[in-house]
Nanobody, 125 residues
Framework: QVRLVESGGGLVQAGGSLTLSCAYS????????MGWFRQAPGKEREFVAA????????SYADSAEGRFTISRDNTKNTVYLQMKSLKPEDTALYFC??????????????????WGQGTQVTVYS
């Protein structure tokens, strides 16, 4: 059973930065692509970024392109999301999950299982 523990969220002023971490256990981390998703109050969960198993391929939602960077450390079974130039509209609960590849992981926002508790990011202006 996969276990995902997100951390690193917090309260930050617009224009600031945060780095989120997701600790992964229960399966072989390097066998899976990883993705970050977010859910704002009253909205559906949406894809943010994905990274391939080896880390050589990344994919971003338009809202994250140029501001967010996804990375992974397969020796630590951890995936990261560096967020810069944060905006109030980035306020959401951020989740990570695994998937077969960066293409298909983009479509997994509505999957019921395989999520952690998330980490809250709040950006104020």
């Amino acid at each position: 059973q996969v276990r995902l523990v997100e951390s690193g969220g917090g309260l930050v002023q617009a224009g600031g930065s945060l780095t989120l971490s997701c600790a992964y256990s229960g399966r072989t981390f390097s066998d899976y692509a990883m993705g970050w998703f977010r859910q704002a109050p009253g909205k559906e969960r949406e894809f943010v970024a994905a990274i391939s198993r080896s880390g050589d391929i990344t994919s971003y939602a338009d809202s994250a392109e140029g501001r967010f960077t996804i990375s992974r450390d397969n020796t630590k079974n951890t995936v990261y999301l560096q967020m810069k130039s944060l905006k109030p509209e980035d306020t959401a609960l951020y989740f990570c999950r695994d998937g077969p590849d960066t293409g298909r992981i983009r479509t997994m926002s509505r999957w019921f299982a395989g999520w952690g508790q998330g980490t809250q990011v709040t950006v104020y202006s």
